[in-house]
């Protein structure tokens, strides 16, 4: 029975219009031990590195190939090859790196922005404190990444940012969605894709994501 409520959960989560939810069994195996309360720092943080790598093998999955010629030790043949400009990965500070981390591991000729935001718990707006970026992003794919989209508003202001720095191409990718956020999020940005490995119930009167994992950012750091 509980299987089954999870099947049909998920499927409604894939179903949404500009979601993904990767489904994966190691992911929903793993993110079921970073929700646990008693999970430790470093368990959460070596666990966030691994599901990571295999949210980064989903997001570009359908990454544009092209054919060069090579050597092999036996003889000359042409071979896939990613083409154009490198992927950017970008990391909305601080809880973004976590994600980042694991995603370098698979790609690791990867350009790396960071975008410094953190919530005002009153306001539950963003505050923007930092921004480095590679040039020529209208040539690039920018893939996204934040654990959490609970309202969407730091995320929506990054991709703000990129998008007035002249990115055109923009993936999302967070381990957890809220409705709330997901809508918020699609309302300013319909044209960028979301990938996430959970759809949430809601948000509580914090902003917080329920049942979540609580803040990612001082689950990872041990910080409060």
Do not use: W
Not at 78 to 84: R, Y
Request: with cysteine.
């Amino acid at each position: 029975m509980e299987e089954t409520c999870y099947k049909n959960s998920q499927r409604k989560g894939s179903a949404m219009n500009g979601v993904t939810v990767i489904d994966h069994p190691l992911v929903q195996h793993k993110l079921t031990i970073m929700r646990r309360k008693e999970t430790s720092t470093g368990s959460f943080r070596r666990l966030l590195r691994e599901i990571s790598t295999l949210l980064c093998y989903e997001v570009t999955r359908d990454l544009e190939l092209t054919m060069a010629t090579i050597e092999t030790p036996m003889q000359t043949m042409e071979s896939p090859i990613l083409e154009g400009k490198k992927l950017v990965f970008v990391s909305i500070l601080r809880a973004g790196n976590g994600l980042l981390e694991g995603m370098l591991e698979l790609v690791p000729s990867a350009r790396v922005s960071h975008i410094g935001m953190y919530r005002d718990h009153d306001t539950l707006q963003p505050v923007e404190y930092y921004f480095k970026a590679p040039e020529a992003l209208d040539e690039r794919l920018m893939i996204v990444v934040d654990p959490m989209l609970a309202t969407g508003n730091s995320s929506i202001a990054a991709i703000h940012k990129l998008k007035e720095r002249g990115a055109t191409n923009i993936r999302f990718l967070c381990l957890l969605a809220a409705p709330e956020g997901i809508k918020n999020f699609q309302e300013a940005h319909p044209d960028v894709k979301i990938y996430t490995a959970s759809i949430d119930s809601h948000l509580n009167e914090k902003g917080y994501i329920m049942p979540g994992l609580g803040d990612a950012g001082d689950r990872m750091y041990g910080t409060k």
